[in-house]
């Protein structure tokens, strides 16, 4: 079984819809984050989470919000989606122990906004 | 703050010849290095990471790169090319603070996509 899961794997919704990307672990991680990739722009962080009651934003969250419900579970919402939001989005997590920060990265949610 | 650049957005080279992908970073203290790999329609796999032990880092399927602090680059190199290593491969970096503790937080360069011929 995968350690880090989202759901769902494909969405595809229309401008002015609220939508919710989930993401679960089994890694027991305190640390969680939230990307979304671009052609040609790589990895681009939105939000992460260093415990549950900490919640950080990060280089684009305009128009995105998340919720982390559990350790285990960070939650990514679009508001009112738009179409420049269409994007493949990584749920992330680590450990959060000193130096040995490798993110572990969910198998990605494809996302298209019409 | 912390950058990353990836030097060649897209290099193609034959099976069986050697693969080089250039990273160049900049970042205040002691970084972590990273490189990903992303297959087609595939979430991200970590090849290999540099954590400030031996500056030679090896890695999965015979990949693997050198910090160099003087030049601030961490290339990522393999002696022969597979047609299975056609793939996007990212660097990444993540700043410490002076007391080596990580902040937790990747920089992506823009990713180099690798075609390997037959």
């Known amino acids: 079984d995968a350690d880090v899961t989202q759901t769902p794997r494909n969405r595809i919704t229309k401008t002015g819809k609220r939508i919710m990307l989930e993401c679960s672990q089994t890694?027991?991680?305190?640390?969680m984050y939230w990307y979304r990739q671009d052609p040609g722009l790589g990895l681009r962080l939105i939000y992460y989470s260093f415990d549950v009651k900490d919640i950080n934003k990060g280089e684009i969250s305009d128009g995105y919000s998340v919720s982390r419900q559990a350790q285990a579970k960070f939650s990514l919402s679009l508001e009112s989606a738009i179409p420049n939001q269409t994007a493949l989005y990584f749920c992330a997590t680590s450990p959060g122990q000193g130096r040995e920060e490798t993110q572990y990265f969910g198998p990605g949610t494809r996302l298209l906004v019409l | 703050a912390q950058s990353v650049t990836q030097l060649d957005s897209h290099v193609s080279v034959s099976e069986g010849t050697p693969v080089l992908l250039r990273c160049n970073y900049s970042s205040s203290y002691s970084p972590s290095l990273f490189w990903y790999v992303q297959h087609p329609n595939k979430g991200l796999q970590l090849l290999l990471k540099y954590t400030s032990a031996a500056t030679l880092v090896k890695g999965i399927n015979g990949f693997e790169a050198e910090f160099k602090k003087s030049e601030t680059s961490f290339h990522l190199t393999k002696p022969s090319a597979h047609m299975s290593d056609a793939a996007e491969y990212f660097c990444v970096v993540s700043d410490q603070n002076a007391g080596g503790t990580s902040y937790g937080k990747l920089t992506f360069g823009q990713g180099t996509i690798l075609t390997v011929h037959p």
């Open positions: 890694k027991g991680h305190d640390r």
